[in-house]
């Protein structure tokens, strides 16, 4: 191995009891330390990575570095399951070997830096006969066991490379704990499928000898006795291992609970030929075990549960009122929404999308609707998935399968009528495990979604009676199938004022509450909210406001409770004291005019955002550079306005070669975020006239608006939110397009008064609005 394959990472570690994971194997177990609790979550927050790795002694209960092994396995957290309890089950992924370089800390976690150990990727004539020696004897080892699948056979076959061959069968042989940990030890791969040929060999002549026993006995008796022998050898083996009344009970429980169950048809005969399998196994079998989550699973849906609609519109809209302020528009298209569910029960009414910014209520509003309706609700996170299985399930025969996030959300409902959340549709993407998005779709038909099938159910589970909404932060990114079968409702974001409100009427008493305090004990001057709104948080939604308050009140419960007092009073003096440093300021004068530096108005997923451009003219032959993750939208806007500035040099008052004797950089500071769109061409080319002319820009002014080769300026979206993002930053004067003039009337009054708006259609307007004037400039120069 060459230096280059390996690589050192810091990872939380997690010991494994009497478990051991192999790369390319999915594995499911319950985790109940608090110790290895805290190490998945902290692998949730940091990529979903793990190093799993066993312990030498499964009875240990609170392991130090000494009790386990050096070498396991860089695994990815698919999935966690809270089950009762304070147990949870994972689903992971083996990645790669690594190696212990040094335990990092043994608490409050494991954490460990690792080295990664990767295969080589050659292979020789030796691997190539390895490997085919290793294929027999699995082939044999497959029909001898008759314990797995015979397709197992058919992915095993595919696979090329010597190291993943050998893996991937180790996963599927029956093998001792130490015999697993020498296979992962052996980091060359030829090494490691000679050691696994001599494991599996072995394994080899003990099914052959068992079924050699198997063979004698079965000649010796008819087929009555022998069905006869056979039930009294499993009693007589039940018996001894003390399983019989154990299996004979839980059977009869199970019995019990699916003729209560009031299952459909397809799904009690399917529950009923599974626990007759289950009654032949011993209750120690894997399998066993596998059957019973099954069950669980089955029992545990509400096939026909049902609550009971509530569709006075007047209770709906007294619900929505009393949980949100303002959302006008979203509450208003939900009551229609109602209204007409009421006149014609057996509509399938469309898929609300609500759309906007994080943090402005679209999650809490959802949960306010199944409030009004009376009916219970659940949600399910789309962001990153991108494995089809991940919304269906994978399949029983797969090791440590469980139902896809659907039916989890189902069994979470209770109820086969739920309103069912689905958050950040924007955020799926596909790879080659299949597109989300198809699976998506057909739970979203309601022509199709009556026997939706989960791969690990297997049975069609009907989901025509849930009420489905979704939300996203931008429909750019939805699947356009997706996006035509959903009706859109825009929820954006906030004003000062509306957020002042927001946290007066509801944050705030939610998190006195939370924080176990009694009403009135927090009192925030008026003063002190708008500081915080202003200096403490920068956001189109009032999650960050929801978290500062949240602060103040823990503050202040310490305070009641050491000083003995009755209640905190925060003010704009004392707010430091519970706040600290205001992170932010609320720029109003410190706005000052500059050469080459001007203010643009984004548009992002996020809400609006101010979008500085800056530009640097320098000695050189004419290069233009662009910095600062500009996308080719916006890379083009910039040549554009490069050329219009060239070919009206001398009108703008700019040497007329100056592309022969200077180089131009343009850059959009905060240069780590992507920025793209077209919306960005009149900045660009004010602040190129700035830079080349040296006339400063105005500082208390922002922009947006397309440009085009002559000098137009093009219509844009989003002005609203961009109005809102130049209001948070103490911005007063707006240039936008004429066309845009229509769009003024939506922007609330209160920012609409404190921003003046100037309507330019071409690029001469913006210029003669944003650059100083001569006199003004000369003036403040001496
Ligand atoms: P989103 O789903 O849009 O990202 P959330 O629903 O998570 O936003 O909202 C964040 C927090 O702000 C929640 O506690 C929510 O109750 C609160 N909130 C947002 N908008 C409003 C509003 N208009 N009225 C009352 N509370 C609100």
Redesign the pocket.
Known sequence: MTKDDTMTKVLPLLPLRGLSIFPHMVLHFDVGREKSILSLEQAMVNEQLIFLVSQKDAKVDDPSSDDIYKVGTISKVKQILKLPGDTVRVLVEGMSRAEIVNIVQESPYFEAAVEEKHDSKEKNVESEALMRKLMEAFEEYVKLSNQISPEVMATVSDIEDPGMLADVVSSYVYLKQSQKQELLEAFNSNKRIEKLLGMVTYELDVLRIERKIGVKVKKQIDKVQREYYLKEQLKAIQDELGEKDGIQAEVEKYKKKINKAKLPKEAKEKALSELDRFEKMGLMSAESGVIRTYLDWILDLPWNKETKDNLDIKNAREVLES?????KDVKDRIIEYLAIRKLNKSMKGPILC?V????????????SIAKALNRNFTRMSLGGIKDEAEIRGHRKTYVGAIPGRIIYGMKQAGSKNPVFLF?EIDKMSSDFRGDPADAMLEVLDPEQNNTFRDNYLELPFDLSKVMFIT?ANTTDTIPRPLLDRMELIE?SG?TEE?KYN?GR???LP?QIKENGLKEGSVVITEGAFRDIINNYTRES???S??RRLAAICRKAATMIVEKDKDSVKVTSQNLVKFLGQPRYRFEVSDKKDKVGVVTGLAWTAYGGDTLPVEVLVMQGNGKLELTGQLGDVMKESARTGYSYVRAHAEELGIDRNFYKDFDVHIHAPEGAVPKDGPSAGVTMVTSMVSALSGVPVRGDTAMTGEITLTGQVLPIGGLKEKSLAARRAGISQIIIPSENESDIKEIPENVRHKIKFILADSIDVVLKNALVKEKDHDNKKS
Do not use: N
Not at 323 to 327: A, P, R, T, V
Not at 356 to 367: A, F, Q
């Open positions: 949980e949100h302020y303002g959302l609500l906007g910014p994080p943090g402005v209520g679209k999650t809490s509003i959802v949960k958050d939300t929820v906030y509306e927001i009427k509801h944050l939610k939604g009032v999650r406001l929801e």
